[in-house]
């Protein structure tokens, strides 16, 4: 079957009503499920107005859904964090009754630690450890969800050398229905910043098991936040998807005999009324590049 192209639904309301003439491009939506959720007194994970909010897009649009968390914390091995991914998990087995999620992936690396919540995800160590502690996450998701992956993710240092994390994810997806989200612009952006080729990590990879793929763009720090005066691609998904993004696209696309999406990201707050022709554009060229490279 040809992968379809998917778009994220932000969890905001402006952007969502800027987003709205574009909700009939995509052929299913991803949804971030922690931010359908809030906590309430009682410290349990209760539905937010998104919760109803994105289904109602979904059955207007008649389209499925795929979900894509930050915040599970993958590679997470502390026995203080157990009740948190278990009362998340809980929260999903919930949820999966009403999405239906065709399949659910969370970025590789640590987003607890130490009961602190972090804003992005930081890297592991590309150990026998992780690689086991990623595999329980996964096997634990595949309980509510059966198809489930970890995101590529972008980051701004590594335990080792770039070019050997693709053999980690390949460790870290081993097995039935377990898959890999390659993310480009992630893989752009730490090319950049670390200088390596994007393509020979690309190749790298099981592109076997990659069944999304994520498209996104971003921009460089402000050379000021670093008293080095360095400034670094950030994965910040505020601009346009860039050349060496839809290079990787063109490139990757017919190696990906699994994939069953691509998907444009876009952050909440980043859109206004010069950007929805841009967005549009980007969408129709993703279908556009499918319909070449994947027929
Ligand atoms: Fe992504």
Same mark, same amino acid.
């Given at each position: 079957m040809r992968p379809l192209t998917g778009f994220v639904l932000p969890p905001d309301l402006p952007t969502l009503g800027l987003l709205e003439p574009l909700l *009939? +491009? =995509?052929g299913y939506f991803e949804v971030t =499920?922690?931010?359908t959720w809030r906590l309430d007194d009682r410290s349990r994970l209760v539905e937010n107005g998104f919760h109803a909010l994105f289904r109602e897009i979904g059955r207007a649009a008649a389209r499925p859904f795929v979900a894509h968390g930050v915040g599970l914390s993958m590679g997470s091995t502390s026995a203080s964090d157990v009740p948190r991914v278990r009362r998340w998990l809980s929260r999903l087995r919930r949820d999966q009754t009403l999405f239906r999620y065709l399949w659910f992936t969370d970025h590789a690396g640590l987003t607890m630690a130490g009961g602190r919540s972090l804003t992005l995800p930081l890297p592991v160590p590309m150990t026998h450890a992780s690689v086991a502690a990623m595999r329980r996450r996964l096997a634990s998701m595949q309980r509510i969800v059966p198809d489930v992956g970890v995101e590529t993710t972008a980051h701004y240092? #590594?335990?080792? =050398?770039?070019?050997e994390e693709p053999a980690f994810y390949a460790r870290v997806v081993a097995g039935a229905r377990r898959w890999l989200l390659l993310d480009l612009h992630n893989v752009h952006t730490m090319s950049v910043n670390m200088g390596f080729d994007s393509w020979e990590y690309v190749s790298r #990879? =099981? #592109? /076997?098991?990659? +069944?999304e793929i994520h498209v996104s763009g971003g921009v460089s720090s402000d050379g000021s936040w670093l008293p080095s005066g360095r400034s670094l691609r950030l994965d *910040?998904? /505020?601009d346009d998807v860039p050349d060496d993004v839809w290079r990787l696209l063109e490139r990757v696309l017919p190696l990906c005999p699994n994939l069953r999406g691509v998907t444009l990201e876009r952050m909440e707050g980043t859109v206004d009324v010069t950007t929805i022709p841009r967005l549009r554009r980007e969408l129709r060229r993703i279908e556009k590049t499918i319909q070449r490279k994947a027929a």
């Open positions: *009939s +491009i =995509p =499920p922690e931010t240092f #590594l335990f080792g =050398p770039p070019l #990879l =099981p #592109l /076997d098991k990659v +069944i *910040s998904h /505020d």
